[in-house]
């Protein structure tokens, strides 16, 4: 995974992030993204800057509510990115923690599960799906809380021909808020 992750971070690519409250889109963003050398994600938008909020009272009391929107998504997605993409740290506690099972996949292929409860945070749960061959993520499905929130994180992967394994598509949902974030990375080019 380790190995994988530094591979990744010499690739360009886009993704879409979509962010739905109550069933309705509110945003819709394509960024382009890379790596810098220091291995951070470093993000160019490729869709045009929303409009200026209606100014006076109304203006800034919808200004503050989309400041708190945008802080909730944030802390959102930075949860969600260590389930995503677990450090070495998370891999060596998944380890010692985790039940495996082996077994054939929808497409007869074969695949080993990890499932573990207290991964990321106390109460959490978190299933793995790996293509026991390649030693890859497949599927990823956690269910975690976020201020005092039921948060589900959901993650479909692919791989690059003859490179790394990359979070093609990715669901993040707060219940409580009636919140939904799908991001989806594609166009993979490397540096």
């Known amino acids: ?7 990744l971070r010499q690739y360009t ?6 962010v739905s409250m109550n069933g309705e889109v509110k945003s819709v963003r394509l960024d382009q993204v890379r790596f810098d050398l220091d291995g951070k994600m ?3 938008p490729l869709t045009p800057v929303a409009a200026e909020a209606p100014r006076g009272l109304r203006g800034k009391m919808a200004a ?4 708190e929107a945008a802080d909730f998504v944030e802390r959102l997605m930075s949860l ?3 389930y995503l993409a677990p450090g070495r740290g998370d891999l060596e506690k998944l380890s010692s923690k985790a039940e495996i099972w082996k077994g054939r996949g929808a497409t007869g292929n074969q695949q080993v599960r990890i499932q573990a409860t207290d991964f990321v945070k106390s109460g959490d ?14 599927r990823m ?6 201020d005092g929130d039921p948060v589900t994180i959901t993650a479909e992967y692919r791989t690059l021909p003859g490179g790394p394994n990359y979070v093609a598509r990715a669901i993040v949902k707060s ?4 919140l939904e974030v799908k991001v989806e990375s594609f166009d993979y080019e490397r540096n």
Request: glycine share 0%.
């Open 80 to 82: 969600a990115r260590r």
């Open 1 to 7: 995974m380790v190995e994988n992750a530094a591979e």
């Open 64 to 67: 503050k509510k989309r400041e």
């Open 141 to 146: 499905e956690a269910r975690t809380e976020l």
């Open 125 to 138: 749960s978190f299933v793995w799906t790996l293509d026991a061959v390649a030693k890859l993520p497949v």
């Open 175 to 178: 219940a409580r808020k009636e």
């Open 42 to 44: 470093e993000r160019t």
């Open 13 to 18: 690519f886009k993704q879409r992030t979509e």
